[in-house]
């Protein structure tokens, strides 16, 4: 039994949502939006580079902020090694550094949830455009 | 081999070590770099398709508009602090 079309897009769709959320802009990249995927990867990447340089790593944490930690990880799986890598070692963090390097972390973050729900209605929008036709 | 060495060195040190920020009015521009990413990566999934000079455009008025609001958000919050913490007090004595 061969799978129904609502299966296959339903399956793209969430190909398309895991690679947005592997890398920041590579979901918008598989529905060959470069620009747009160009302009989103760097600039998340580079909002959430500079939340780790003005904090350090210590400001993801997954365990004394976890609010915080579930808005980090939109960002990437790669997050939470780097929480694990945060949890193990000893990387002192706190007053103004850590608010505005969680805040900048987080923020990207919530930036890349947008980035992966505007990729997934792009590609529902793409899908119903192909079977209309 | 040991420039390489002493690169991945110097990375590692950048990210496990906070800056030296100080709390003061001063830490507040912090604030424009983020405004700055919001605005961008927001119209980046919002315009039909980006033009250079187009998509900058819009990216500096949005980037504008935050400002203004966050700016008159400000006052309105320095203006109730004002009137609860110095003027309340001397018209109940």
Redesign the interface.
Known sequence: MTPSWKDNHALFLIIVGLLAWLVPGAGHFALNQR??AA??CV??L??FL?G???????VIDPVGAKPWYAAQVMNSPVVVLLGRISTA?D????????E??Q??TS??GL?NL??IV?AIYLAHLQGVEGTDD | MTEMTALIGIVEASFSRPMPIDTNPASMLWLLPLVASIAVVYKATKVRAIEPRAFAKDCVILFGSIMVFIIVAALILYLVAWVVAEQLPKIFG
């Open positions: 620009r747009r302009v989103i600039m998340i580079l909002t500079v780790l340089y003005v904090g350090s790593v210590g070692g990387y002192p963090v706190y007053a103004r550094p850590n505005i390097g805040i900048y923020i990207a930036l947008l980035c505007n």
